[in-house]
């Protein structure tokens, strides 16, 4: 995906720029060869002509979403995996049906979930893989030209753990370093080593998985403090909390993300502070495994970083951003109080601070001159987020995901008016639906 080699003018949204001093204003953002260079209203001045011009009238005009936690090869299973919580819903579903992924049903996951997460605004992902064919994955990511911080799944032990999905140390280590160098160049597409939680791995894996990542610069990626139950069977193998044994075996700091952290208590959380291990909150996974409302109001005010992500097609059972944003702002004034997680502060969980849970707040997470240009046109003018008031307030409380206009990646427009325009979404559908089929049929659920 090659930026258009003509100026993109963005003209007349209102521009959310989630910067330091989160500005709001009526006004244009000029981007060049992917970099945005001017915005405000005098941005059309600096224009070269002749320019592309996208029409943002009547739209908010934010930084492309950044989602700290998903997984692309469990799109498939949708619909496959409700009403479970989280350690029945991984043995009894979602590891048959990821041991049942051959390169074609992985492809088909892969992309239907980059569509959907591309037709709905979402420009950065970290994402987690399952053990094997991991290739066609990232290989996916690329075509799609989403950014992207992608892993394979490690485990090498854990009760339940299919055949299929059980690696040697040796093995999963050596794979994850082959795809490192393999993308070690790539302008957009980085890979995470992704220990899958501490109930699969051994203190082998995840030590030397920690010390492989601090050699190529790579963030660590794993689940953590998710679900009671989960906590529980830590504690009895174990003898100690995953947050303790993770930050001893060397996953911990500012280039560790821990998908949920429900559980943690307020040691944790300052220990998670001290360290700068970031946190990605999930809030509609947590909820439908049952796994409980993370405190990010508490997390917050310890000094954690804490980005937003959809986590699973199976937990939540959509990739949207704009649920999620939604859900954190709500459940947080159920847990921590009316006043917390204000529109302006959630939006940042899924735009600058999502950016600082990857490591990449100096090029994206906000619209500022000198960051690269993914910036999406949300449609302020339903019915349903209509008549006026506040735009980051109807963005977080009342939009939805097909309010999403236009979606700008790198400077280029991959959707205008609600059409994704490099892909074609009814072949990438056709194919997900019978490698679905196909998928659920060899996993025998
Ligand atoms: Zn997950």
Known sequence: MVPGSMDLLVRGGTVVTCDEHDRVFEGDVLVRDGVIVALGPDAAASAKKPHRVLDAVGCAVIPGFVQAHVHLVQVLFRGMADDLPLLAWLKERIWPLE????????????????????????????????????EVVLDAI???????RSGKAMMD????????????????????????????????????????????????????????????????????????????????????????????????????????????????????????????????????????IAQ??????????????????????????????RHAALLSKARAGT???????????????????????????????????DLVCIDLGGVHAEPGGDAVSRVVYACRASDVRHVVLDGAVRVRSGEVLDLDADEILAT?????????ARAGI
């Open 157 to 292: 032990l854990g009760e339940g753990v299919p055949a299929r999905l059980r690696e040697r140390t040796e093995d999963s280590l050596r794979e994850v370093e082959a795809h490192a160098r393999a993308f070690a160049a790539h302008p957009r597409v980085r890979v995470a080593v992704s220990p899958r939680f501490i109930l699969s791995c051994s203190e082998r894996l995840i030590r030397e998985g920690a010390l492989l990542a601090r050699e190529h610069r790579m963030l660590v990626h794993t689940h953590a403090a998710e679900h009671a139950a989960e906590r529980t069977a830590v504690r009895e193998l174990l003898g100690d909390d995953d947050i303790t044994l993770l930050a001893r075996w060397g996953a911990t700091g500012p280039n560790t993300v821990l998908a949920h952290g429900v559980q943690l208590d307020p040691r944790e959380m300052n220990a998670l502070a001290d360290a700068g291990t970031r946190v990605a909150h999930c809030p509609s996974a947590n909820l439908k495994l049952g796994s409980g």
């Open 296 to 325: 990010v109001h508490a997390m917050r005010r310890a000094g954690v970083v804490v980005g937003l992500g959809a986590d699973g097609a199976p937990c939540n059972n959509n990739l949207d951003a704009l649920t999620e944003l």
């Open 432 to 440: 997900a639906r019978v490698e679905a089929r196909k998928t659920r």
């Open 142 to 148: 690329d075509r799609f030209g989403l950014r992207a």
């Open 339 to 373: 006043d917390t997680l204000p529109a302006r502060e959630a939006l940042r969980l899924a735009t600058i601070d999502g950016a600082r849970v990857l490591g990449m707040e100096r090029e994206i997470g906000s619209l500022e001159t000198g960051k690269r240009g």
């Open 99 to 134: 041991a049942a992924h051959d390169e074609a049903s992985l492809r088909a996951s892969a992309e239907l979930g980059l569509l959907e997460l591309l037709r709905h605004g979402t420009t950065t992902i970290l994402d987690m893989g399952t053990t094997h064919g991991h």
